[in-house]
């Protein structure tokens, strides 16, 4: 794949399919980050609802099952993706990002022998996994993710990252918890970031150093590893504290106070 005059190119890319759906040019020096999301519902009624003047939602590219690719918004233009999204400090992530949606249904529910979508399509066993959400503490049902489509997502963000010196990937799910759940577990969002990004390195390479934050429910378990069937290292840790975050794993945060341990992330605020 290639990047021309901010539109893709390549043999596993689509002839592009314009979406009305979209503000004005980036402002400079703002565009440093990919969001990550699914469409939760197949191709066709994803890419109609897209490019829907009545829906004003949008995405820059949509990555269908084969792995192929439909561009809908120029990437020197600000799609319309995020919705309200907050992350460290930043509102507004339409603002900062491209949009990547993978054609994906997202949670599904068992029935029988088989596993169904909210939109009633019936998936095997096979297509399946169960996991806890990064912002959730019980497991479910997901439709997996196609090899296809990872090898793709992988190899557009690189260029993405190369083509516009991009700095940050995030999924939907941490920039409207409790409203979004995209991409979910069932895609290696943190893999990807590793792979591409280096584990807490800053755009210059160097390792970030540790952030303040502070607890925000009234009490919160502190375990030995980042699971809810781990020990507990100390007693609960309650609201206001403040520890040091040192490290992050599927949306658990490894923190220090007077001792080490993991906790739950969406209960964590960054300062």
């Not at 590893?225 to 609201?239: D, E, F, G």
């Amino acid at each position: 794949m290639e990047i021309k005059d901010h539109i893709l190119y390549g043999k596993n890319v689509k002839k592009m399919i314009p979406s009305p759906n979209h503000g004005g040019e980036f402002k400079e020096g703002d565009l440093d980050t990919i969001v990550i999301h699914y469409t939760g519902g197949p191709y066709k009624q994803s890419i109609n609802t897209l490019t829907n003047p009545r829906v004003r939602a949008s995405a820059h590219v949509v990555v269908d099952r084969d792995g192929s690719v439909t561009q809908l918004v120029p990437f020197n233009l600000i799609a319309w993706h995020a919705g309200k999204s907050y992350y460290r400090g930043r509102t507004g992530f339409n603002n900062f990002s491209i949009g990547i949606e993978i054609v994906n249904s997202g949670p599904l529910t068992k029935s029988g022998n088989v596993f169904r979508s909210w939109y009633g399509e019936a998936f095997s066993p096979t297509e399946v996994i169960e996991a806890v959400h990064r912002n959730e503490t019980r497991p479910r049902y997901w439709h997996i993710y196609t090899p296809e489509q990872i090898e793709t997502v992988t190899e557009l963000s690189q260029l993405l990252i190369e083509t516009y010196g991009l700095k940050y990937i995030l999924g939907h799910e941490e920039i409207a918890p409790g409203r979004k759940l995209d991409p979910g577990p069932a895609f290696p969002l943190d893999k990807l970031r590793d792979r591409l990004l280096g584990t807490h390195r800053d755009e210059t390479g160097a390792p970030e150093p540790p952030q303040a934050g502070r607890i925000i429910a009234k009490s919160l378990n502190i375990r030995l590893k980042p699971s809810t069937t781990a020990p507990l290292v100390a007693r609960p840790l309650t609201k206001g504290t403040k520890v040091i975050i040192k490290d992050e794993h599927n949306g658990w945060y490894k923190v220090a106070v007077t001792v080490e341990g993991w906790v739950f992330g969406k209960y964590v605020e960054p300062e």
